[in-house]
């Protein structure tokens, strides 16, 4: 595509520019601009009374992030919290997406059922959990009738976050569903043709067949799981609000970022952190990347 | 797939069972937006609301004057946000995938640079150049930052290669500039890709939650979805008022949901899997 200057045509040059002119200032100004500005931040103590003023400090809030008790919790709590949702949402997404891919009457019906919570806000969903989980709400009640225990599942720090993890599966699930929809049309017909002659039953077929045809998106879907579970804030936010609580239960990293940033006004600190989790994210999206592109070569 | 009859039945039950668990929070907090507050302390598990009532409805409306501001808030910048979008986004794809300019390879890879950085780097930062141009607690704070996005320059730029360019050279022989070309012959074939980005975009503003929380102080600037946080806080143990003021929430994405969704799997295709 590139040219040498002089083979553009000036009427080219002139649309090319002006049709990309407000993506450019956009992302500019909102994107690129505060990438920089937030490595700048991150390596200064940053004051927000009266006018902004910026003290530099070098690695001193990356120092400071190995003794921050909280900040290990919120790792705690993001990996345990990743480890539980992760495989879990992406086993649901891969049976669901199974099940509606077999010439089912109704099948339109469930796929646009079943999606029904990933369009609502995440705001209204953790209202509608936590008058769920209240005390006489209707998990314990299910729970009483079939004679298990019942918990305070909004205060109990042993199982909130358990709350907000069932939750997410329940709500990220249909996403990753209709990706696994969408890749499952892409399976050629042949190949469960060629087993059905050798005598393979349905079961066999799922297992020899389908699953590692899929393994290129099972690897997009549990890479995309572990960025979405990274990037928890709203449910912990409204769940615990704005605290992190019951005792720390429900804390993430991005909550944490923002108590930095928007309650302690410690901004600099705060954009330290922002950038060690940016970094892991993208790290994780790197690896993705790369390991995807192999698979599908192959 | 084809799949063998003796299962059939126990697929349909699967199916049904998985609607009843994706259903029943949204029945139950439908039937407690209907009920008296009373009941909803009484506990039990009746769907059917024993008194029911619109009062809930009419007391969020009439006792908290904020709420119909919020949810004009919230669709203004949601309808807002998605036209910005839907108009920049294919301006920079389709100058990607048809014009010749110097610089446009940069711009290319720089884009999808760009989809990889996670938002909440940019959290602090961007907070604090929209409290420099004085934009806290305004609309543009939030409409002009989301006003176009890396993903769906990249997605209109892969839609507009793949089109067939015959079109465009006779549209051009007629006499039409690139502007006329753009929107007299490009737009209106491109409907489908705008139809999945309008569910996409439309869907996140309207549900965005961190941006408003952080960027509006003032209670009159705030969206649904934050109003409706600090409205739980107000009315703590009013169940009620909470859940209808929820279902209120619901509505309009629900319908755009219902709306646009044949574009749906199309779009999700499109973008999920590249």
Redesign the interface.
């Known amino acids: 595509?590139?040219?040498p200057?002089g083979?553009?045509k000036l009427?080219?040059?002139l649309?090319?520019?002006?049709?990309?002119s407000?993506?450019?200032i956009?992302?500019g100004?909102?994107?690129?601009?505060?990438?920089g500005?937030?490595i700048f931040?991150s390596l200064h103590r940053v004051n927000l009374l009266g006018t902004?003023s910026y003290k530099f400090i070098g690695v001193g809030n990356f120092e400071r992030m190995l003794d921050d008790a909280r900040l290990w919790i919120a790792l705690k709590n993001t990996f345990r919290y990743a480890l539980i949702v992760v495989p879990s949402q992406t086993m649901l997404a891969l049976v669901?997406a199974?099940?509606?891919?077999?010439?089912?009457r109704?099948?339109n019906f469930?796929?646009?059922?079943?999606?029904?919570?990933t369009?609502?806000?995440?705001?209204?969903?953790v209202?509608?959990?936590?008058?769920?989980y209240?005390r006489?709400g209707?998990l314990n009640?299910?729970l009483e009738s079939v004679g298990l225990p019942t918990y305070n599942w909004l205060g109990d720090p042993s199982v909130a976050l358990l709350g907000i993890m069932i939750m997410n599966i329940?709500s990220t699930a249909?996403?990753f569903m209709?990706?696994y929809?969408?890749?499952?049309q892409d399976i050629p017909e042949n190949l469960?043709e060629a087993a059905e002659i050798d005598g393979a039953?349905?079961w066999r077929?799922f297992w020899r067949i389908?699953v590692p045809q899929l393994k290129p998106?099972t690897f997009?879907v549990i890479v995309m799981g572990i960025?979405g579970t990274f990037?928890l804030?709203?449910q912990s936010?409204?769940f615990s609000?704005g605290s992190g609580g019951p005792n720390n239960a429900t804390l993430t990293?991005?909550l944490l970022?923002?108590q930095y940033?928007?309650k302690s006004l410690d901004?600099g600190y705060?954009?330290a952190i922002?950038?060690f989790?940016?970094v892991v994210?993208?790290l994780i999206?790197?690896v993705q990347?790369l390991l995807f592109k192999e698979e599908k070569l192959n | 797939?084809?799949?063998?009859n003796r299962?059939?039945p126990f697929?349909?039950i699967?199916?049904a069972l998985?609607?009843v668990?994706?259903?029943?929070?949204?029945v139950?907090?439908l039937s407690?937006s209907f009920k008296t507050l009373p009941e909803i302390?009484a506990?039990?598990?009746n769907f059917i609301p024993k008194h029911f009532t619109l009062d809930n409805y009419r007391t969020i409306f009439r006792q908290e004057p904020l709420f119909v501001r919020w949810f004009f808030n919230s669709a203004f910048i949601a309808v807002t946000v998605t036209a910005?979008n839907l108009?920049?986004?294919s301006?920079?794809g389709?100058?990607?995938a048809r014009?010749?300019?110097?610089g446009?390879?940069l711009?290319f890879y720089s884009?999808l640079a760009?989809i990889?950085?996670?938002?909440?780097?940019?959290?602090?930062?961007?907070?604090?150049?929209i409290k420099?141009l004085n934009w806290l607690n305004s609309y543009q704070a939030i409409i002009?930052?989301m006003?176009?996005q890396?993903t769906y320059?990249f997605m209109m730029r892969q839609f507009f290669i793949s089109f067939p360019k015959e079109l465009e050279e006779a549209a051009e022989l007629d006499g039409l500039g690139?502007?006329g070309l753009?929107t007299k012959v490009v737009l209106p074939l491109a409907k489908p890709a705008l139809a999945a980005q309008t569910i996409f975009i439309f869907?996140g503003a309207?549900?965005e939650?961190?941006k408003p929380?952080?960027l509006m102080s003032d209670k009159a600037m705030f969206t649904?979805?934050?109003g409706?946080?600090t409205f739980?806080?107000q009315y703590i143990s009013f169940?009620n008022y909470?859940?209808a003021a929820?279902i209120i929430?619901?509505i309009p994405?629900?319908l755009i949901?219902i709306f646009f969704?044949r574009f749906?799997?199309k779009g999700?295709?499109f973008t999920?899997?590249k």
């Open positions: 595509m590139a040219k200057f083979k553009h009427r080219d040059i649309s090319g520019y002006g049709f990309m407000p993506a450019i956009i992302l100004c909102f994107l690129l601009l505060p990438i500005y937030s931040l902004v669901l199974s099940i509606l891919n077999m010439k089912l109704y099948r469930f796929r646009v059922a079943f999606y029904l919570p369009v609502t806000s995440s705001a209204v969903l209202l509608i959990f936590m008058w769920i209240n006489n209707l009640f299910i329940w249909p996403l209709v990706i929809l969408a890749a499952l469960y039953n349905a077929k389908t998106v997009y960025i990037q804030f709203d936010y409204i609000a990293m991005v970022i923002y940033a928007f901004m705060a954009s922002a950038f989790l940016a994210i993208m999206t790197v990347r | 797939m084809r799949s063998s299962f059939r697929f349909y699967l199916l998985y609607a668990i994706t259903f029943v929070p949204f139950w907090a407690a302390v506990g039990g598990i910005f108009l920049f986004n301006m920079a389709y100058a990607l014009i010749r300019f110097p446009s390879t711009m884009i760009m990889m950085i996670p938002g909440q780097l940019t959290i602090i930062p961007s907070y604090l150049i420099e002009v930052p006003a176009a890396a320059i690139r502007f753009f869907m309207w549900n939650f961190l929380l952080m649904l979805s934050v409706l946080n739980k806080g169940w909470i859940m929820s929430m619901t994405a629900l949901y969704n749906f799997v999700i295709t999920g899997t």
